[in-house]
């Protein structure tokens, strides 16, 4: 019985975490996020640059339907891949790093919304990037790979 009891006893609050550290963890993992994505980007401008393969394969590397033809329009997808994703990491970043600095006034709900608004900036820049490098290999390769006259 007292084991009974000694359930009911027992203080729920103490399981409860602290709410500042709570909020100090959310504005640490939306910083980190905000981050991530002109990192990412950075890392794969670099790799697509300098430690793409040789030749076409379906593993590693940056690939358009218009790369894939030859070895002349793989080697020119990774060189305009990595060039563009590179730009834009670090274009991102420096973006990314100021926001980050105006959150040291805001409370964790403006700084969730100001975050969540340039992730979708981030997110619409990549795919414009990616359309202007597919364009790019179309209007300097043919689907075979040979160069367009």
């Not at 950075?42 to 218009?66: Q, S, V």
């Not at 100021?98 to 964790?108: A, E, M």
């Not at 900036?121 to 790019?136: D, E, K, M, S």
């Amino acid at each position: 019985m007292d084991l009974i009891t000694g359930l009911f006893d027992m203080d729920f609050a103490a399981l409860v975490p602290n709410l500042n550290t709570m909020l100090g963890l959310i504005r640490f993992l939306l910083s980190m996020l905000l981050l991530a994505g002109p990192l990412s980007l950075l890392i794969l401008g670099f790799m697509y640059r300098f430690m793409a393969p040789p030749e076409a394969n379906y593993k590693f590397g940056y690939r358009t339907y218009f790369g894939m033809g030859s070895v002349e329009a793989w080697r020119f997808s990774q060189r305009i891949a990595g060039l563009a994703f590179s730009a834009l990491g670090l274009i991102l970043l420096v973006i990314a790093i100021i926001v980050d600095l105006t959150f040291i006034g805001k409370d964790t709900y403006q700084m969730a919304s100001s975050a969540m608004v340039c992730l979708l900036w981030q997110l619409g820049l990549i795919a414009v990037v990616r359309l202007g490098i597919a364009i790019l290999c179309a209007k300097f390769f043919t689907a075979d790979g040979s160069r367009r006259q």
